[in-house]
């Protein structure tokens, strides 16, 4: 019951976090955006994806000091452990981001365990929120949404990202498991 009601608190921080970086997201699209590289070219930060990210981490431990990170741009190489943690993406789709391409969305996700509990993904752009809590669903806007009713992969809407790292090997890979998706059954 403990973990439940941390769950819970958690989603409360973690979307209260998401609409402060969603505030600062709106307001940076209006203005150029200076960015710089990290592993690849297409690997972008802004200071925008780093004031996103401190906003939201000081709001966790404002409520949590003793939790741990694991945030895109500050803690992304710390292991995964038992410990309560939260996983941080302040801007998914930087570079649609630099671009002034709408989908932009703030990501948050709480584990305890290892297992994700609570998690909210926002647009501020588009005004569409994301919240879920293991075991209880899923809900856009405060909404349940629900899986369609296809049961063939030609009649599902799929949709993926590269992502940053296009290199032969790693391209390929991501076409193959492209490949193995399509041609998997629908359940």
Same mark, same amino acid.
């Given at each position: 019951?403990?973990?439940?009601?941390?769950?819970?608190?958690?989603?409360?921080?973690? +979307?209260?976090?998401?609409?402060? =970086?969603?505030?600062?997201?709106?307001?940076?699209? +209006?203005?150029?955006?200076?960015?710089?590289?990290?592993?690849?070219?297409?690997?972008?930060?802004?200071?925008?994806?780093?004031?996103?990210?401190?906003?939201?981490?000081?709001?966790?431990?404002?409520?949590?000091?003793?939790?741990?990170?694991?945030?895109?741009?500050?803690?992304?190489?710390?292991?995964?452990?038992?410990?309560?943690?939260?996983?941080?993406?302040?801007?998914?789709?930087?570079?649609?981001?630099?671009?002034?391409?709408?989908?932009?969305?703030? =990501? +948050?996700?709480?584990?305890?365990?290892?297992? +994700?509990?609570?998690?909210?993904?926002?647009?501020?752009?588009?005004?569409?929120?994301?919240?879920?809590?293991?075991?209880?669903?899923?809900?856009?806007?405060?909404?349940?949404?629900?899986?369609?009713?296809?049961?063939?992969?030609?009649? =599902?809407?799929?949709?993926?990202?590269?992502?940053?790292?296009?290199?032969?090997?790693?391209?390929?890979?991501?076409?193959?498991?492209?490949?193995?998706?399509?041609? =998997?059954?629908?359940?």
């Amino acid at each position: 019951m403990a973990e439940i009601a941390l769950a819970r608190e958690a989603l409360e921080v973690a +979307i209260a976090a998401a609409n402060r =970086a969603g505030d600062l997201i709106r307001a940076s699209l +209006i203005q150029a955006r200076n960015f710089v590289t990290k592993s690849t070219e297409v690997d972008l930060v802004t200071e925008t994806d780093r004031e996103c990210e401190r906003v939201i981490m000081e709001a966790v431990r404002t409520r949590f000091p003793d939790h741990k990170f694991i945030a895109e741009e500050t803690a992304s190489m710390l292991p995964l452990t038992e410990a309560p943690t939260w996983i941080i993406d302040p801007i998914d789709g930087t570079t649609n981001f630099v671009h002034g391409f709408p989908f932009i969305v703030t =990501a +948050i996700g709480f584990a305890i365990n290892r297992q +994700i509990v609570a998690a909210v993904v926002n647009n501020p752009v588009l005004n569409e929120q994301y919240a879920a809590l293991r075991g209880e669903g899923t809900f856009l806007n405060g909404k349940r949404l629900r899986v369609s009713g296809a049961t063939h992969v030609e009649r =599902a809407l799929i949709s993926t990202n590269f992502g940053h790292e296009r290199s032969g090997s790693k391209l390929q890979l991501q076409q193959q498991c492209m490949q193995r998706l399509l041609a =998997a059954p629908c359940h």
